[in-house]
């Protein structure tokens, strides 16, 4: 049996001609190509029809109002008068650069920050000298106590305490109990 199954195949070996030629490929590509063709005037047309209708079934408006003809173009200077904030950009590069701009001009000069309050701005080269000369605050180290309006209050009483130098023999009184 198994004889019987090669020598069918080594007889008829080759290929079928009768699968598939070019013409039916070349016949779809070419069907395709019309169909596409077709579905486009066929949506054009529909478009042209829509816009025609939209134009002629359109209000009536008063002489009085001043109308665009193209709603679609659109005036940037009645946009920044009539759009709220926060708008589209419009020019991206020179929006960003006016801001980076304005950004080193703060770094870079001295103002007020709130006047009324006395606090003001320093350049950052100004900032980071005072830093390198005075060094940044730091934690008070374990053990201390914490300055608290108590203590705070008690140093600053004891610093301002002349009773003691002024009077030498109360110092010689205190020292004797």
Excluded: C
Excluded at 61 to 78: A, E, F, G, N
Excluded at 86 to 98: A, G, I
């Amino acid at each position: 049996m198994t004889d019987l199954h090669h020598n069918e195949h080594r007889e008829g070996a080759g290929f079928e001609r009768t699968d598939l030629g070019s013409r039916p490929i070349f016949g779809f590509l070419i069907s395709l190509a019309i169909l596409g063709i077709l579905i486009y005037y066929g949506i054009w047309g529909v478009y042209y029809v829509l816009d025609t209708y939209y134009h002629t079934h359109q209000a009536a408006v008063s002489p009085m109002v001043h109308v665009q003809k193209d709603t679609r173009l659109v005036d940037s200077s009645t946009v920044e008068k009539t759009f709220p904030e926060p708008r589209l950009e419009t020019n991206e590069r020179t929006e960003l650069n006016d801001f980076r701009l304005g950004e080193e001009q703060t770094l870079n000069s001295y103002g007020w920050v709130d006047q009324n309050a006395g606090v003001v701005r320093i350049p950052i080269d100004r900032a980071m000298q005072l830093i390198a000369e005075r060094g940044l605050p730091t934690k008070p180290q374990v053990g201390t106590v914490p300055l608290s309006p108590v203590n705070l209050a008690k140093a600053a009483a004891a610093a301002a305490d002349t009773s003691n130098a002024q009077n030498p023999a109360g110092k010689q009184q205190q020292k004797g109990k």
